[in-house]
């Protein structure tokens, strides 16, 4: 089992940055790779970002490219997310998971989720 707890959302404008944190336990965080999705009210669950096991390849979606940014500290067994620019249509509640498997930008594909944190961002 892994156990993941998100934090860092809050209210913030259009334009400032904010960085989410997912702080796991349980399994061996080193070993599993760790995706960031986002889901807004009547809305499907939406894939943001994937890093590997050792936090040497990252993946975005389209909507965030050269926006968000994410990296892993094991030792700290954390995953962060970096949202700089933020728009007011990023405004969802945030969730990071863990699959033991390869990156994978589909949310069926991971087994551990964290509780999500909202994020708002006014205009």
């Known amino acids: 089992q892994v156990q993941l707890v998100e934090s860092g959302g809050g209210l913030v404008q259009a334009g400032d940055s904010l960085t989410l944190s997912c702080v796991a336990s349980?399994?061996?965080?080193?070993?599993?790779?760790m995706g960031w999705f986002r889901q807004s009210p009547g809305k499907e669950r939406e894939f943001v970002g994937t890093?590997?096991?050792?936090?040497?390849?990252?993946n975005y979606a389209d909507s965030v490219e050269g926006r968000f940014t994410i990296f892993r500290d094991n030792a700290k067994k954390t995953v962060y997310l970096h949202m700089s620019s933020l728009k007011p249509e990023d405004t969802a509640v945030y969730y990071c998971?863990?699959?033991?498997?390869?990156?994978?930008?589909?949310?069926?594909?991971?087994?551990?989720w964290g509780q999500g944190t909202q994020v708002t961002v006014s205009s």
């Open positions: 890093v590997d096991s050792d936090g040497g390849a990252v």
């Open positions: 998971a863990a699959r033991p498997y390869v990156p994978s930008e589909d949310p069926d594909e991971y087994n551990y």
């Open positions: 349980g399994r061996a965080f080193s070993i599993v790779t």
